[in-house]
């Protein structure tokens, strides 16, 4: 039957994905439609496996052969038809991509902006020449700290960790990063060679033979005199210092085992040439309002539209006629401020306020990397798709659940549908359609009790959603279990948390 484009509604026919057991429902278009049900319900399986995959795999079809093969696509759903599906994007719960040169600001594109600001607006030395927007990304070559990269960090050995027991001798295995057996015998008789006793405990030997020992790139050859009673004639030992021995294991050995055992003597260390941001000396001479743009992204979203804000507020009048060249007061410096600010504060209204640009995005939990999507969304401009969300509410404060309402409200506001898979209870009160599938999980899940709008949920019987949505059930209290002993941490340092101590009750 051919579709009816003044239809406003989804219509899904023969759903068997997972534990679908050949379901018909249909959805509406141009609203917020929640998909609830208990934990392994399907919920998921129609929404994105289903809904979603139908929508990704229409699109694709349009797509050449040769560009197909350049994107992860999913598999077509086990579905008999889907009519009125308009194009979707899904924003599920995922971490962010899984690397160290991926952030907040690369997320969220925020950070091309502040690079044009300080290319057009920044204030530079005297006499420095204006840099370009790449100059102050560090993953550019205009911008990378030559040293590092643009990673920021270097990976070398320590001395901490290499020589870990400083009262054993040399032969004692002081020297935890040489190797053992032959080798390990090879090289003390090299140093015994050189002069230098293997028998003295390491915190006694010079401070300039311990430096050599750990991190010379010098490899001097020493002639090693048989033993007695050896009819050999003694042979030229190589030296090989401890880091140039662990470097030399990460490059050419193919045995896990012992690529695993040089790590150990590594550590990661903020690169000393860029302070750790991963850029170069001249990106970080330029200021706005007297911050490098280094320490404007270490700065929180909230600290960040306290700084912008005086210069996104100054008249766009009164800034064009600035004899300035760069600074605040001109007027690109007001638009991109202006247009930063408006960003961020949908941020802020997701509850994001203390992320910052330089945050690394693998750094973020699911939760906090969909929110940021969800603002991305937000400012792209689109309208006439599906958003199909993975529990947005996830990792939120109920507090801060209203705006994340609210935004979701705009995106739909702008021309859109929402699916949104959830639990929490506040998000399907406000949703205009829910789906609930059920009863149970797994094989005893898979149908839907109900399509419609939510009031209608409270006559579903079969339903544990409608049951705790509409107060028919109070949540089950698990019996309290009695507490044998204590768990305690000490100087938790991760993320936000600075030195933290605490201790807890455990229960068995």
Request: charged share 20%; proline share 6%.
């Amino acid at each position: 039957m051919p579709h009816d484009p003044t239809d406003h509604f989804v219509h899904v026919r023969g759903a068997s994905e997972h534990n679908l057991k050949n379901v018909d429902v249909d959805l509406p278009r141009d609203a917020m439609v929640a998909f609830t049900g208990v934990s392994g319900s399907g919920k998921s399986s129609l929404a994105f496996g289903t809904l979603y995959a139908e929508a990704q795999r229409r699109y694709f079809e349009s797509v050449a052969p040769y560009a197909r093969r350049l994107v992860q696509q999913m598999g077509a759903p086990h579905v008999q038809e889907i009519t009125g599906l308009p194009p979707a994007v899904a924003l599920q719960q995922r971490r962010g991509a899984p690397s160290s040169r991926s952030s907040v600001g690369t997320l969220t594109t925020l950070s091309n902006l502040l690079r044009m600001l300080y290319s057009r607006a920044g204030t530079y030395p005297a006499g420095a020449p204006r840099l370009a927007a790449e100059a102050f990304s560090p993953n550019t070559v205009a911008g990378a700290c030559p040293r590092c990269h643009g990673l920021g960090e270097e990976h070398d050995v320590s001395e901490e960790l290499m020589v870990p027991d400083t009262s054993l001798s040399i032969r004692e295995g002081a020297i935890a990063a040489w190797p053992g057996a032959w080798q390990g015998a090879n090289l003390r008789s090299i140093v015994t060679g050189l002069g230098i006793d293997v028998d003295t405990p390491w915190r006694s030997l010079k401070a300039k033979d311990r430096q050599w020992l750990l991190f010379t790139d010098e490899q001097p050859k020493v002639f090693i005199k048989p033993e007695r009673d050896r009819v050999d004639h003694g042979y030229y030992g190589l030296f090989w210092s401890a880091r140039a021995h662990v470097h030399h294991v990460l490059a050419t050995s193919k045995s896990q085992m012992m690529r695993d055992k040089a790590m150990r003597f590594v550590r990661s260390l903020p690169c000393p040439d860029c302070a750790g941001t991963g850029l170069r000396p001249d990106s970080l001479e330029v200021t706005f309002r007297g911050l490098s743009i280094a320490e404007v992204n270490a700065l929180s979203f909230t600290e960040l539209v306290a700084l912008l804000r005086p210069v996104a507020e100054l008249s766009e009048a009164a800034a064009a006629t600035s004899m300035a060249d760069s600074g605040e007061a001109t007027e690109v410096a007001v638009r991109l401020c202006g247009d930063l600010v408006a960003r961020i504060r949908v941020l802020l209204d997701l509850g994001l306020g203390y992320l910052s640009l330089g945050r690394s995005s693998t750094t973020l939990s699911p939760g906090e990397a969909q929110r940021l999507r969800i603002a991305t969304q937000l400012r792209s401009g689109l309208f006439g798709v599906v958003y199909v969300l993975d529990e947005p509410s996830a990792g939120l404060h109920p507090a801060d659940a209203a705006p994340l309402l609210d935004v979701l409200e705009t995106l739909k506001g702008s021309g859109n549908s929402l699916f949104v898979v959830e639990h929490d209870l506040d998000i399907v009160r406000r949703a205009d359609w829910v789906v609930d599938i059920g009863p149970g999980a797994g094989e005893d899940g898979g149908r839907v009790l109900y399509s419609g709008p939510v009031e209608g949920l409270e006559q579903v019987t079969d339903s544990v959603t409608g049951a705790h949505l509409f107060g028919r059930v109070e949540a089950p209290l698990r019996p309290q279990r009695a507490p044998h002993g204590w768990l305690h941490l000490r100087g938790v340092s991760r993320h936000n948390l600075e030195d933290l101590s605490w201790m807890c009750r455990c229960a068995s």
